[in-house]
């Protein structure tokens, strides 16, 4: 019934025209809503689309989400009135329109919702009159031609029918014959299966006057009172609020007087440039069989999920974690491609979803070179991941014509999967059933999801038994929880301790003195604190209040035991959000515990520990602070040398987040853990490299950081302050609390860094004395995990990098010497490798220094046997080999960086003696410059010959005089040697190589068949 209008009647609305007597645009009808609002209301800006405090959705879609902590009652709104535009997602959850975007006119899968909300101010009747007001005399809708819905009550929820709305409606001049009454399904609001909820009243537009079909909703006017449980019941709120909905396409069609949302001015501006870019077709808005080809549900489908994937990689989602947006994206991708021709689309119509939302939503332009690289990688990774699979898969069903039903070849591991179902079947010609186990292995080893092992079974005529593999999962899943938890043997912690201690009413342990600790000019200290014994385990055994002196008596046996200390309030940190739990001492009496490991489990901390023997370790006491019988009173501190050292590393972790991200394009943290004496970081690089010039920038950014010793700052925000905070950063997929959200900022005039974390972190940057990065591990394209530390020894560690570079210093001139012997610089250059290997082995060298002092040694090793053996025709004819195989392309560029004697020695002459492909050579010393290249007779052509290729060096480096070493010129030319330092000749080297890389991409392309080459330099 209430789905869209099918005509439009162009007297309807009133004030459609702005003055000039052209229709208004969908940026002045969003700003016309907010500033009637605003007059009485404040603005609170679009939350971003990512949910991160409601795993039950994947992003945020509603205005409603951002306040939900509000309606909850966990904290006071920013404001009692407030009025906003929000964006929202709608692929997943209760409310999934992503099958239906493209095949009619009106779904979206991101879509804006205008909104206004009171959290305990005004009630129905002032929210009705606001709503009612805005359309029939600000934006002038005839009123005739709107409807209104009010709750029918339901028997199943226990809610009566909301008359008091009902009789709002006729007090406001609506008509009874056009005031609806409706059920549960249309007229009760509810964001997921729980939360707040509540009855609502609905606006909607007519066709034309008195006829109550085709009926389309405006808005969504909800009086959140309740909260839906897990378990299914509704209670009361203690405050009633009101939420309201305006879906901003749906309003913006209506007065701009267009049949469909894609006919406004937030689509066709989409539409032309598909059209112009792809030489399309224009969009006609057909549907059903007049859309021919599926050509303008293409045009819809492509539009609506540029939007949708625009916004949210904006905002900081990514394909990594969040399979929903890969599918939409992939999905625009193969639009672009299948449809229309052109892989870029996607690309390009992200420039126009900016210009079109930037007003309202400033990130989308200042976040589009990251979202255009990642569109970018993930363009790359999806079309090589199509072209490999779609072989494979086409070889499998080439032998098994049955799998050809299986049309989703590119699920990752179908095709290792089904492998192992047809070995599993050829062990036992007799199996009739998929087994529950055997489908676990499917889904657990390869990856596939219930859906597509269900197919595997049909296609091999096998019966799938859901419920046993429903049961192995469920098994896994109760093993894996109790894994987390840190149970591990310890059943009874589990099964009897917790429940235990709750029956007992034992609370909670407070853990907020992990930040208790002042920093005295550079001394942390980390003050000891007095707490109560509230429970023992002993050997499996839980012992509260009168057994526990029983139990401290007998030191035999606490001394062969492993015993869990609970206690009401502790200094410890436990192993949460990437950093490493505390050790230390607790002290009972004269018992002395050596705490090495502490546990949270259902909010108790186990401090888990061995008796100490030794007297010299104890720590006297005054016995009447520690009397167990009376306050069961204990002494507890932390080993402070070794939280230093964590709070050290877990500090660096931000800066080198905040420092990778000025770098790089973008990066995405994936995970990180911090130690005692380093941190380890890992991140997505979207296919970037990290180059030693760029670890460099990023260690000497975090180092006058930590130079300009300015604070660390920690605040504590709840979820609707915390969602204001400009350039805040947080961990993809992780879901925050509603209150007590810890931020921590750091701000200095090279780096800032600001993250929701809930670890311990230095109070000044200047407690990390150093920074040095000492291991970067690459992920193939995808990720790197980069390892580091902080503190003095780091200041140690460079030096010793820099003696290793002297060391290599002086055997590189001894090589230049004349008569230098080569087998004892083999011996010394054998030896420093040794020592490099075993300082990176042990992480006592930087990265960079053991990457540039390898480099430069296995150099020299290699000139050293070229030296030996006297052999430089053949070095030479092997490195244009190598480059030739490396690129598999029909020409070769090369830049040797040479010395003095090998420059002389080389024999560019013998170029042609080579190869029977071009070649262009470049050779560099600390002095000198020379350039050869050679083009076989084949190729010559006036189009392309080597006088031709060589014409950017000679200009560059202003070589007027050549010398051509061949009876024909254009076959071999050169550059003969030119004087010029180094520091002058490498920035015209990298031009220059440019400049023949550019002639390469075209020339030789179009005499070897449009190649797109790529240079070794």
Sequence with gaps: MFRRLDLVNKNIILRLYNTDGKLKSANTIRKEFLDYFLKDHSFVRSSSILNINDPSTPFVNAGMNQFKGVFLGLYDPPFSRIANSQKCIRIGGKHNDLDEVGLDTYHHTFFEMLGNWSFGDYSKEEACKYAWNLLTQVYGIN???????????????????????????????????????????????????????????????????????????????????YERLNDGQIISLPKQHVDTGMGFERLVAILQEKKSNYDTDLFVPLFKTIEKFAKAPAYNGNEGIKNKNKLDTSYRILADHARMVTVALADGALPDNNPKLRKVLRKALDISNEIFKKDTLLHELTFHVADSLGEAYP??????????????????????????????????????????????????????????????????????????????????????????????????????????????????????????????NMKSITELSIDLLRKLNIPITDDSLKYNYKL?????????????????????????????????????????????????????????????????????????????????????????????????????????????????????????????????????????????????????????????????FECSVFGQKLTNERVTEIEDLINKCIESNVIVEKKIFNMSEMIMEDDLRLLPGEMYPMTGIKITTIDSPDLKSKEACCGTHVLRTSSLEHFCILNVKSHGQKSVTIEAATGPYMRHIRSLGERLRENIIKLQKEFVRKNANMNQITDSINCLQRNLLERRDKRIISFVDYRECQDKLSELARKVMIRIKGNYRNYLANEIKKAQKSTNLPFVILHLKLDEYDFNELPLSKLDKMTNIPVLVILSTNTQVTARCMVPKEINSELFNAKIWMEPILKLFDGQQYFPTHKNKNLIFGMPPQNMSQRKSEPIIEKALDEVDNIGQWKISQIAGNINPVFIK
């Design 143 to 225: 009123k005739d031609l709107l409807y209104v819905t009010y709750f029918a009550g339901d028997e199943k929820l226990g809610l009566k029918p909301d008359l008091e709305c009902k009789d709002i409606w006729l007090c406001l001049g609506v008509p009874e014959n056009r005031i609806l009454k409706l059920g549960a399904k249309e007229n009760f609001w509810e964001m997921s299966s729980t939360g707040p909820c509540g009855v609502c009243t609905e606006i909607h537009i007519s066709e034309a006057v008195n006829k109550p079909v085709n009926l389309m909703e405006l808005w969504n006017i909800v009086f959140i009172q």
């Design 520 to 680: 005295n000019e550079k001394e942390y200290s980390f003050p000891s604190i007095r707490s109560k014994l509230l429970g023992l385990i002993i050997n499996g055994n839980l012992k509260t209040s009168s057994e526990m002196n029983d139990c401290l008596l007998k030191k035999e046996e606490l001394t062969e035991s492993e015993v869990y200390i609970i206690l009401d309030k502790t200094p410890f940190y436990v192993n949460e959000g990437g950093q490493a739990f505390d050790k230390g001492f607790i002290q009972i009496n004269s018992l002395l515990f050596d705490i090495y490991e502490v546990r949270k489990i259902c909010g108790f901390i186990f401090h888990i520990g061995h008796l100490i023997n030794n007297d010299s370790r104890r720590i006297s006491l005054n016995e009447s602070d520690l009397n167990i019988k009376n306050e069961e009173v204990c002494q507890v501190w932390i080993n402070s040398r070794r939280r230093l050292g964590i709070m050290r590393n877990h500090t660096a972790t931000h800066l080198l987040n905040a420092a990778l991200r000025k770098v790089l394009p973008i990066i995405e943290q994936r995970g990180s853990y911090v130690e005692k004496d380093k941190l380890s």
């Design 363 to 488: 990130e989308l332009h200042k976040n589009i070179k990251q979202m255009q690289h990642i569109i970018a990688y993930e363009a790359d990774s999806y079309y090589s991941l199509r072209n490999i699979s779609f072989v494979k898969w086409k070889k499998i069903v080439k032998t098994h014509q049955k799998l050809s039903v299986l049309t989703d070849y590119l699920t990752p591991g179908l095709i290792a999967g089904y492998k192992d179902l047809k070995n599993f079947l050829a062990s036992d010609n007799k199996i009739s059933t998929l087994t529950g186990e055997f489908a676990f292995r499917l889904y657990d080893s390869h990856g596939l999801n219930v859906k597509t092992i269900a197919k595997l079974a049909e296609v091999e005529s096998l019966k799938f038994d859901v419920n046993d593999f429903e049961e192995q999962l469920n098994k896994v899943k109760a093993r894996s929880k109790a894994k987390t938890e840190g149970i591990m």
